[in-house]
Structures are given as C-alpha cells and as structure tokens.
T-cell receptor
Framework: DAGVTQSPTHLIKTRGQQVTLRCSPKSGHDTVSWYQQALGQGPQFIFQYYEEEERQRGNFPDRFSGHQFPNYSSELNVNALLLGDSALYLC????????????FGPGTRLTVL | GQQLNQSPQSMFIQEGEDVSMNCTSS?????WLWYKQDPGEGPVLLIA?????ELTSNGRLTAQFGITRKDSFLNISASIPSDVGIYFCAGREAGAGSYQLTFGKGTKLSVIP
C-alpha cells in the first residue's frame, strides 16, 4: 500500500516564477492538507482540500492556491515566487473518518534564487 | 495565530536513558499528535491523543493528553541510536471548522552511543 507521494522531489526556481507541486494521497484517504516547513521550523498549515473544495486556509497570501481532483490527488500552486518561499512543502492526507490523523509525504524541497 | 511552545529545543542523551519533552498551547486543543521527522523526510505519526488525561503508548514511547487540554507530554524510555531525529508536537484547536494542525518548533534529539 503506497503512502503519500509527492513530486517533484526537488525544484529550483527564480524569483517571480510560478511553480506547481503535486501530491497523491494514501489509498483510502480523501482529504489533503498542504504545509510549508522552513528550515529549523515546524510545518505551517497552508490549506486543506476536501471534496475538491478548499475547506480551510492558513495565514498565507493569495499567491498560494490549490486544487483537488476527483481522484483526491492535489496540486499546490505558488505564483510570483519570493526568496522567502524557499522551504520544504509537505502534503498530508487523512481518511474520511479521522481527519485528525494526518499522514505526511516526503515533501518537495523548493529553492528560489 | 496560535503557536505551540515545545521544549526543550534540543537534547543530548546517553543511549539507554529516558527522555521527556512537552508542548503547551495558549488555547484548548481537541487532539494532540506527536510526530518524528528524519532528515530529508516528512514527519511520521507516532502517537495520537483524543481525550483529556489520555495516556497512550507505542512501544517505548508514551504520550499524555494534559488534563487542562492545553498541554501534552512525550516520553521515550531506554533510548537507542535510531531514536535520533526531530520530534514535533501538533494539535487541533477546539471549535467547529478547525481542521488544521498547529505544530511546535520541534525537539532535536541526539543519542550518544
């Protein structure tokens, strides 16, 4: 049973560019959350998707947007990249009956130059 | 926004020693979770707690949901070298419509053989 998968593993972009990160949830999970983890910090909640809708959003600007597909996979888009967007971006999935227990993927390391 | 205070920030212990770390919040939480993160990996869920006063074990790990619902503790008994990593507490605030997890800044554990 595959766990949460994310792609790509690493990504290098320049300021002002746009990026799309992808996530496939664990089998049987229908809820996907995205987190940003800066170096030396704990993950910070960006948003959560359920039934293809953004259910809750953290304190992130509109440059951060997302999407969930009918197969529950999800994308995170970041526009107009800033140097401060450099971080590990984590996707977490949860099952229908227990959205408290979030299982994380390995993350995508984004570097903005 | 809400932040969790996790302590200590780092620990150096001898193999075989017991370890304790804790997490406090300024508001009431419905759920407390403990994760471990290894370098280059996503956090791995260790223990989930759902009721005030609950004490739950997972092998050598034991965690407790504080009676006030504003804190949680994690203990590791008889530490071994593979316990090395960063341990994060995370919680979900009480209240309708709250789905996000809030994380602490982590406790970095080093085990000296």
């Amino acid at each position: 049973d595959a766990g949460v998968t994310q792609s790509p593993t690493h990504l290098i972009k320049t300021r002002g560019q746009q990026v799309t990160l992808r996530c496939s949830p664990k089998s049987g999970h229908d809820t996907v959350s995205w987190y940003q983890q800066a170096l030396g910090q704990g993950p910070q909640f960006i948003f959560q998707y359920y039934e293809e809708e953004e259910r809750q959003r953290g304190n992130f600007p509109d440059r951060f947007s997302g999407h969930q597909f009918p197969n529950y996979s999800s994308e995170l888009n970041v526009n107009a990249l800033l140097l401060g967007d450099s971080a590990l971006y984590l996707c977490a999935s949860s099952p229908l009956d227990s959205y408290n227990e979030q299982f994380f993927g390995p993350g995508t390391r984004l570097t903005v130059l | 926004g809400q932040q969790l205070n996790q302590s200590p920030q780092s620990m150096f212990i001898q193999e075989g020693e017991d370890v304790s770390m804790n997490c406090t919040s300024s508001s009431i939480f419905n759920t407390w979770l403990w994760y471990k993160q290894d370098p280059g990996e996503g956090p791995v869920l260790l223990i989930a707690l759902y009721k005030a006063g609950e004490l739950t074990s997972n092998g050598r790990l034991t965690a407790q949901f504080g009676i006030t619902r504003k804190d949680s503790f994690l203990n590791i008994s008889a530490s071994i070298p593979s316990d090395v990593g960063i341990y994060f507490c995370a919680g979900r605030e009480a209240g309708a419509g709250s789905y996000q997890l809030t994380f602490g800044k982590g406790t970095k554990l080093s085990v000296i053989p």
